[in-house]
């Protein structure tokens, strides 16, 4: 696909993450830009081109638009602005005391994502994507690889979609609708893998991850996650058992973040160590 050249003029800036910044059009108020960083140039397209066909299975997501290029090459995607929306994260941030409100919000939401069966002809496996990632690390040993792909095997099967990097940073709402952002990893397959996420953003980070990636303290990142399991899997079922069940998916997100960042991750690998390897 050709980009389409763009003048970044045009735009104000609006906010940034780990892969790049967004951008509100100065001129019209119904266009969002998301600007990878320099040198990210096939992440941006292939991000476009799956954003299109989840929001075509009917997934509630911004309506993507243009792949486009700036002039001094940076890459990204035009999408449908979502005037007035905010993330849970921030949501959170700003209000700790609805903390369990807004939890049990995110929880039915993505309850609703894990429930929608998707066409397994046009999107990816959780497993193969894992699968593929993990045989592209440079940071593992075979032996480690080996059992961490043993693992994602005997990993539960289903043909529902999965976020790929869910996390309350990642799920946006307004007054009257929800919207789930950043699909690049979008897949399907068994909950756990995206739940393996929400622990790992919530209870595994520290203190100064917590406080500048999601403007909150660890403490209330953790609350959040303990209201969002009972809102999940219910009330009565023990936190205990959840996290035991998540865990081992969280340990897996290594993968991810190490893919995405290019090097190592001790702090998670040990979770890793403690429940695969």
């Given amino acids: 696909m050709q980009a389409t050249r763009i003048d970044l003029e045009d735009y104000v ?12 059009k100065k001129n019209d108020p119904s266009v969002l830009l998301k ?3 320099p040198g990210k140039v096939t992440q941006p397209l292939d991000e476009l081109l799956l954003s ?3 929001f075509e299975a009917g997934i509630p997501v911004p309506e993507p638009g243009k792949y486009v290029v ?4 940076r890459c990204g995607i035009l999408f449908k602005r979502i005037h007035g929306k905010v993330s849970y994260a921030s949501a959170v941030g700003n209000n700790p005391g609805k903390v369990r409100e807004y939890a049990y919000e995110f929880a039915a939401m993505c309850r609703k994502l894990h429930a929608t069966k998707v066409d397994t002809a046009v999107f990816e496996s959780v497993k193969d994507r894992y699968l593929g990632i993990l045989k592209g690390n440079v940071f593992f040993t075979d ?7 043993e693992f994602i095997m005997k990993a539960p099967d289903a043909d529902t979609a999965i976020h790929g990097d869910l996390q ?14 950043d699909l690049g990893d979008f897949c399907y397959g068994h909950p756990y893998f995206d739940l393996g996420m929400v622990y790992l953003t919530c209870k595994l980070g520290d203190e100064e991850f917590t406080r500048e990636v999601f403007h909150m303290d660890k403490g209330t990142a953790a609350r959040f996650w303990d209201a969002f399991a009972k809102g999940y899997f219910g009330e009565d079922v023990p936190l205990v ?11 897996l997100k290594t993968l991810i973040i190490e893919r995405d960042t290019g090097y190592p991750f001790p702090r998670y690998r040990k979770v890793l160590e403690q429940t695969i390897l």
């Fill in 143 to 149: 032996a480690q690889k080996e059992k961490i792909g």
């Fill in 168 to 181: 309350f940073g990642n799920a946006i709402f307004t007054e009257d609708r929800q919207y789930f952002i």
């Fill in 70 to 73: 700036t002039g001094d090459g």
């Fill in 13 to 24: 800036l609006s906010g940034g993450g780990a892969n790049g910044e967004s951008y509100f």
């Fill in 35 to 37: 600007l990878y960083f």
């Fill in 52 to 54: 299109r066909k989840v």
């Fill in 241 to 251: 058992e959840i996290e035991n069940e998540i865990l081992p998916y969280a340990g």
